[in-house]
Structure formats: C-alpha cells, structure tokens
C-alpha cells in the first residue's frame, strides 16, 4: 500500500461542466502521475509532476490541467468535460523507479 | 517513441494448467519492465519488474517473467494457475529519463476455466 487515496471515486457529470479530481499521498514521493484508462489502450499518460509546481505533460494531455501546490496533492481538472474524457482515472506515485496505483475514479460524462 | 504490444486481447485457461502472456516492447536502450494485474473494478497491482541483471525474474502470486533482448520481449509465465487469477494483465515500459513515464500495453483479459 503507496498511502495514495483518490477523490471522488465516482463522479458523474454534463458536458461543459469542470470538474476536478484530487490524488493525495501520504509518504512524500517527489513524482506523481495522472492516467486514464480506457479498453483496448491499456492506461495512457495525461500529465505528471516532479515536484511542487513542476508539472509536464503526457501523452494525452490536451483538455486537461494539472496543479500541485503541496507536495501531498495532486490535482487534475477537466477545464470543459466531454464524452470522450469519460474513463477511469488513476494516480501512480513513484518510489525506486517503479509506480504505484491508486484505486481509481470513474468518470462519465453525459 | 517507446511502445509496447500485447499481442493477446483475451486468453482463456483450465485451472491447472500454465499460462503465458506475451509483451513485446520498442525502446532504444534496456529498458525498465514491469507487469501489473488488475482485478474487476480494482487498481492497479504490480507483479514485477526488470531493470537488470538476471534476466528471469520472480513475483508475486507464482508469476515469473523473462527479459529477452533479442526478441525484445518481456513474457510473463505461470506454471499452474488458479481461478483468483482471473483479471486483466498489463505489460509496461519505463523511460528512465523524464520521471519514469511508463508506456502500457493494451492489456490481456485472462479468463480461468473450472
């Protein structure tokens, strides 16, 4: 166990709406990383940072914005939802090189 | 850019019986490896991981894998495997500059047959 909590866990909201997602960890790792989920693509990288107020993005970054003001928070915020951002959420810290998960958000957008 | 490919969507098994899951991977050096397990509705869990060294690695759950240069690939194998394995497997790449961003294969449903 990482000590990575993610909030909400489930969350269902309309096009257009912002919505934020918060991953909070308990062990001070510098890297923390935010993932979605969808079938057949396994998890791809949306943005991740390396520190208070250093963030990069990833691999599918755009429509999605990133803040880390503490050390222990993580946040990601969907500026607009859409459909298409509709999938499973998951943070990952890293420790010695590798990643570990948290439980997951559920996301849909109507 | 790195890639990874998980050849196999589904695999179907008989309890007992060994399994084998394919990964192959595009990277320019030796790569970080790593394979997690994800059961229904849960996270994320890691099985194993390469970095180097011996290129036969042991995990969690009886699971295994070998690193093979040559044939860049990265397969996880099981010798006798139970109905709690029953989930989905994801093989992924590390790139060890730039935080350790990992690339994921699509992943592998492993169904287990009584």
């Known amino acids: 166990d990482a000590g990575i909590t993610q909030s909400p866990r489930h969350k269902v909201t309309e096009t257009g709406t912002p919505v934020t997602l918060r991953c909070h960890q308990t062990e001070n790792h510098r890297y923390m990383y935010w993932y979605r989920q969808d079938p057949g693509h396994g998890l791809r990288l949306i943005h991740y940072s390396y520190g208070v107020k250093d963030t990069d993005k990833g691999e599918v970054s755009d429509g999605y914005s990133v803040s880390r003001s503490k050390t222990e928070d993580f946040l990601l915020t969907l500026e607009s939802a859409t459909s298409s951002q509709t999938s499973v959420y998951f943070c990952a810290i890293s420790s010695g090189n590798t990643q570990y998960f948290g439980p997951g958000t559920r996301l849909t957008v109507l | 850019a790195q890639s990874v490919t998980q050849p196999d969507i589904h695999i179907t098994v008989s309890e007992g019986a060994s399994l084998e899951l394919r990964c192959n991977y595009s990277?320019?050096?030796?790569?970080?490896l790593f394979w997690y397990v994800q059961s229904p509705g849960q996270g994320l869990q890691l099985l194993l991981k390469y970095f180097s060294g011996d290129t036969l690695v042991q995990g969690i759950k009886g699971f295994e894998a070998e690193f093979k240069r040559s044939q860049s690939s990265f397969n996880l194998r099981k010798p006798s495997v139970h109905w709690s394995d029953a989930a989905e497997y994801f093989c992924a790449v590390g790139e060890k500059a730039a935080g350790n961003k990992l690339t994921f294969g699509g992943g592998t449903r492993v169904l287990v047959k009584p």
């Open positions: 990277y320019g050096a030796t790569p970080y």
